[in-house]
């Protein structure tokens, strides 16, 4: 939520990128839905219609947001002991970005969960002493026992919920693998936890689980990320919170209404990060349904939307969806509110230069998505023994990764791979690979970049 001082407030717009017309015959329509936030919040994270006067902050309204620092405390943090000293310094530094006022507290995390600060399911309000004493309760942390995550996530939420905010949000470091818990409980701990707060997951080190992490940060909405090196934590702590500081709005769902005889094919988000969405959507009304998207700061995402429209004629023009940015009623009641909508179109001619052209922002979005798969079948493959299903998938990544300008993730796969050829995705596997290296190719394999508009 916003910080009172600023003077503006947040306004979202919804552009639709696509190519509308279809062959005969022609079902699939796709478009890129990018959402943009821009503006503070005077409002207290409630963005206001065209025109209408932002109120001024109430005595003894809300704080802006609540946030949850889950600190793995088990037994290999101490191995080496340098890393339960820089989680230590890395949730001090995190403690410190925190914006007077906002509501927090921090859990150690081992096979059961305890809020060490400020304790007794409590939540405290930051200002210069509480931030000292939470400091004080971080040095006297230890590190033994197991890993349960889904107990912390579990406590975070009860923590989080009891407060009176509409930003609410977690930031979990692990170092190794969810071992005192089945998956079942991990699953059932996320599916209670989706949609109630968002939350940054981190993996230290190179002994934890990519794919646990990844999933953590996918179900709430928020990023992951490998620091292979422990004295990384502080800079990244830090950059996660100014982040989170600066969440306008929460709780804000794309909307999709498809008119009778449309189906739909999927809904991902496909810029900063690739995130499947298409079975999160919750029922909106007839025909209509949302997809959750977390909370915004000044930020843009692109979105790609996939629908199949009924058969129809040459000639003939049908709205295929129309798309809205809505933000949710208050739990106290009231109307929800469309931020921005836009139109996806179908339109049936014989021209095929027109039908069988492809929109740039489909077509890029298109191969980032493909990007992202091939990379962790890729690495699949590799650790399974198939070589040569790994350098073919790997390849393919060498290419798209090339074609589309992805520099980062083509640096990553240098490091995995001999590099023959770019453009035709001819590679040779490393015979050494660096864990690390593939770790962090494994963790960011979903980062995308945007289409050059």
């Known amino acids: 939520m916003a910080n009172f001082s600023k003077s503006s407030v947040?306004?979202?717009?919804?552009?639709?990128?696509?190519?509308?017309?279809l062959p005969e015959g022609g079902r699939d329509v796709n478009a890129i839905v990018t959402v943009t936030s821009t503006g503070g919040g005077t409002t207290g994270g409630v963005p206001l219609a065209d025109g209408a006067p932002a109120p001024a902050r109430l005595p003894?309204?809300?704080?802006?947001a609540a946030v949850v620092l889950m600190v793995d405390c088990s037994g290999s943090m101490e191995y080496p002991p340098t890393k339960m000293r820089n989680a230590r310094d890395a949730t001090a530094a995190a403690i410190d970005t925190l914006r007077d006022g906002t509501r927090f507290a921090v859990i150690a995390g081992t096979h059961v969960a305890k809020d060490v600060y400020p304790g007794n399911g409590r939540l405290a309000t930051a200002d210069p002493g509480t931030k000292a004493q939470a400091k004080e309760a971080l040095r006297r942390l230890s590190s033994g026992g197991g890993t349960a995550i889904g107990t912390w996530l579990r406590l975070a939420d009860r923590l989080l919920g009891a407060a009176e905010v509409d930003i609410r949000h977690g930031i979990l470091l692990t170092d190794g693998r969810n071992e005192h818990e089945s998956p079942e409980d991990l699953r059932a701990a996320l599916d209670s936890c989706a949609g109630r707060f968002t939350c940054d997951a981190r993996g230290v080190g190179t002994d934890w689980e990519v794919k646990e992490v990844t999933a953590i940060a996918s179900a709430l909405l928020g990023t992951a990320d490998i620091v292979a090196d422990p004295?990384?934590?502080?800079?990244?702590?830090?950059?996660?919170?100014?982040?989170?500081?600066?969440?306008?709005?929460?709780?804000?769902?794309?909307?999709?209404?498809?008119?009778v005889g449309v189906e739909i094919v999927f809904v991902k988000q496909v810029a900063p990060t690739v995130a499947d969405l298409t079975g999160r959507r919750t029922e909106a009304g007839p025909r209509?349904?949302?997809?959750?998207?977390?909370?915004?700061?000044d930020e843009s995402r692109d979105y790609h939307v996939c629908v199949r429209v009924p058969e129809a004629g040459i000639g003939q023009e049908m709205l295929a969806a129309r798309v809205s940015l809505i933000l949710p009623p208050?739990?106290?009641?009231?109307?929800?509110?469309?931020?921005?909508?836009?139109?996806?179109?179908a339109v049936w001619t014989d021209d095929m230069a027109a039908s069988t052209s492809i929109n740039p922002q489909v077509a890029h979005y298109t191969g980032q998505a493909e990007l992202a798969q091939v990379i962790q079948q890729g690495l699949d493959a590799r650790k399974s023994g198939d070589f040569d299903g790994a350098t073919a998938k790997l390849g393919r990544a060498v290419q798209l990764a090339s074609a589309s300008g992805n520099a980062d993730t083509a640096k990553l796969l240098s490091k995995v791979v001999d590099v023959v050829d770019a453009a035709t995705g001819t590679v040779r596997l490393k015979a050494r690979v660096a864990e690390a290296d593939e770790m962090t190719l494994e963790t960011r394999s979903t980062k995308t970049v945007r289409v050059k508009k």
């Not at 947040?10 to 017309?21: I, M, T």
């Not at 769902?253 to 498809?258: A, F």
């Not at 209509?288 to 700061?297: F, K, L, N, V």
């Not at 106290?332 to 996806?344: D, W």
């Open 10 to 21: 947040p306004q979202f717009s919804v552009e639709v990128y696509q190519n509308a017309y």
């Open 60 to 64: 003894g309204q809300a704080p802006a």
């Open 231 to 259: 004295a990384g934590l502080a800079a990244d702590f830090t950059r996660m919170m100014e982040n989170a500081m600066g969440k306008e709005v929460a709780d804000v769902v794309l909307r999709l209404w498809t008119p």
């Open 288 to 297: 209509a349904g949302d997809y959750p998207t977390g909370s915004w700061g």
């Open 330 to 345: 208050p739990s106290g009641g009231g109307a929800p509110q469309t931020l921005s909508q836009g139109l996806v179109r």
